[in-house]
């Protein structure tokens, strides 16, 4: 059955999404783990990738949510890329599709890793091939003029917020990603917050006609979800915001919730809390990609546990379950967070040395209409 796996690397995001006729699509890619400290806990991503391939050596759609070093460390490193052959040799993992916002091109002034993935995403975009992006400011029209490209020979290649990425359908593949953000006014402005013109997606499964919901949220902020939201409802689109599993943004920051981090537990508007409080199903799991949720301790850094609290009591009004991935199964052997879904909804599997708890997923609800 379809699987979504959740991994524990600290602070920091990869989501690998794994289906019944072996597509895979992995959400960022952040191999956080120094292998020179023993007591590390954070796990080899690059090695558990790599065992679930299968002994292949390519991935169907990688998405860099945007380019901060905790949603791409190491890509350059594991990933053939296109632009450049010292990134090219037998032992990297191919990307048939990359899929990145159109911030990730447009940027200026960026260095390290996130300068070589937008060479890469740029690479791709000149030739026509191998990548989607998301987001239409007037500025990615510009960047093909200057280079002789006529921008309606890669119309094809640009997705919008509201559309479905064509890469997946539910026919074949059992699954669709609808598009919630960007939005072109968000990449229009040239300072490029990359959190707020991050990649948002509804990722719905059908298992024998049951429907799995989850969001993918990044690092976006509070002010960007209430845009997602008021748009989306404004365009009778709330079953696009439904969700059975939730990977909460930003590694449980108060700011995706509020601009207050509150005393004991941060209160969100009133569009936000109606996103948690009234879209997710009984039984939803709400996933931190995170480190444990401190006790007392302020920190200027998430998680913040005024997030964690306020999450924590929209996972009990819906009796389901709120999961930190360096928690998971335990603080002392953290392992990968596999979520296996089927006919009746989903589960967490069962980690060896652990006893994660199984949860299901509520009774489908009706409606997959675009925005």
């Known amino acids: 059955m379809p699987k979504v796996t959740f991994f524990p690397?600290?602070?920091?995001?990869?989501?690998?999404?794994?289906?019944?006729?072996?597509?895979?699509?992995?959400?960022?890619?952040?191999?956080?783990?120094?292998?020179?400290?023993?007591?590390?806990?954070?796990?080899d991503l690059e090695g558990e990738i790599?065992?679930?391939?299968?002994?292949g050596n390519e991935i169907d759609v990688v998405a860099f949510t945007h380019l901060d070093t905790d949603h791409c460390k190491r890509a350059s490193e594991v990933f053939w890329l296109n632009h450049a052959e010292k990134?090219?040799?037998?032992?990297?993992?191919?990307?048939?599709?990359?899929w990145v916002p159109a911030t990730a091109i447009l940027e200026e002034g960026v260095k390290g890793q996130a300068r070589t993935l937008r060479s890469e995403a740029r690479h791709r975009f000149i030739e026509g091939e191998g990548i989607r992006v998301f987001g239409r400011p007037d500025a990615l029209n510009d960047f093909l003029k200057e280079r002789g490209i006529d921008p309606a020979k890669r119309r094809n290649l640009i997705s919008d917020a509201g559309t479905l990425a064509p890469e997946f359908n539910?026919?074949?593949?059992?699954?669709?990603?609808f598009v919630l953000s960007p939005f072109a006014e968000h990449c229009e402005?040239?300072?490029?917050?990359?959190?707020?013109?991050?990649?948002?997606?509804?990722?719905?499964?059908?298992?024998?006609?049951?429907?799995?919901?989850?969001?993918?949220?990044?690092?976006?902020?509070?002010?960007?979800?209430?845009?997602?939201?008021?748009?989306t409802r404004k365009k009778k689109n709330d079953d696009r915001l439904i969700w059975d599993i939730n990977?909460?943004?930003?590694?449980?920051?108060?700011?995706?919730?509020?601009?207050?981090?509150?005393k004991d537990e941060t209160e969100p508007g009133e569009?936000?809390?109606?996103?948690?409080?009234?879209?997710?199903?009984?039984?939803?799991?709400?996933?931190?990609t995170s480190c444990p949720i401190p006790g007392n301790d302020d920190s200027d850094q998430p998680p913040h546990r005024q997030a964690a609290n306020y999450y924590k009591r929209v996972a009990k009004g819906h009796d389901g379950e709120f999961l930190v991935t360096m928690d998971h199964p335990s603080s002392t052997k953290p392992k990968p967070l596999e979520i296996e879904i089927g006919k009746k909804g989903f589960s967490v599997t069962k980690s060896a040395g652990g006893s994660a708890a199984l949860l299901t997923g509520a009774a489908p609800r009706a409606g997959r209409g675009g925005r």
């Open 247 to 262: 990977n909460v943004p930003h590694h449980t920051s108060y700011l995706s919730l509020a601009a207050e981090k509150g």
């Open 9 to 43: 690397i600290g602070n920091a995001d990869t989501c690998l999404i794994e289906l019944d006729n072996d597509r895979r699509t992995l959400f960022d890619f952040a191999d956080m783990r120094n292998p020179d400290d023993k007591d590390d806990k954070r796990c």
């Open 87 to 98: 990134y090219q040799d037998d032992d990297r993992i191919k990307i048939k599709t990359m």
């Open 170 to 177: 539910l026919a074949a593949d059992g699954i669709e990603f």
């Open 271 to 288: 569009r936000i809390a109606w996103l948690y409080e009234d879209q997710g199903t009984k039984g939803a799991l709400l996933v931190s």
């Open 50 to 55: 790599r065992a679930r391939l299968d002994g």
């Open 189 to 231: 402005d040239d300072t490029y917050k990359r959190n707020d013109t991050a990649i948002f997606m509804q990722a719905t499964f059908d298992v024998d006609e049951r429907l799995t919901r989850l969001l993918l949220s990044a690092d976006v902020g509070h002010e960007v979800i209430d845009d997602i939201i008021r748009i």
